[in-house]
């Protein structure tokens, strides 16, 4: 089992910048995976930035690219997502999700991760 732990998020203005960050406890694999989703009212989850701990690669969502940055932390199985240049649109509870076992091509799909933080909340003010 996993676990993870969620913090950051809250109000900031059109332009500011946020950092979430999200820490996993429990055995991990070598195949593990970390990522960051969304969920605005009325809409459904939808895939931010999610990096995979073997090789360290980085997906992104075409709507963040340029302004979050997803990275690991020095402690282990822990990762940030810095969210600069915020707009209104990015107003959405802010989740966490973990895999053991996430393939490439289904890493965007939140029904691929079986782990999941509580949620944040961002609000970004026009």
């Known amino acids: 089992q996993v676990q993870l732990e969620e913090s950051g998020g809250g109000l900031v203005q059109a332009g500011g910048s946020l950092r979430l960050s999200c820490a996993a406890s429990?055995?991990?694999?070598?195949?593990?995976?970390m990522g960051w989703f969304r969920q605005a009212p009325g809409k459904e989850r939808e895939f931010v930035a999610a990096?995979?701990?073997?090789?360290?690669?980085?997906f992104y969502a075409d709507s963040v690219k340029g302004r979050f940055t997803i990275s690991r932390g020095n402690a282990k199985d822990t990762v940030y997502l810095q969210m600069n240049s915020l707009k209104p649109d990015d107003t959405a509870v802010y989740y966490c999700?973990?895999?053991?076992?996430?393939?490439?091509?289904?890493?965007?799909?939140?029904?691929?991760?079986?782990?999941w933080g509580q949620g944040t909340q961002v609000t970004v003010s026009s």
């Open positions: 999700a973990a895999d053991q076992t996430i393939i490439q091509s289904t890493i965007a799909s939140h029904r691929a991760y079986d782990y």
């Open positions: 429990g055995r991990t694999s070598s195949n593990f995976a």
């Open positions: 990096i995979r701990f073997n090789g360290n690669r980085i």
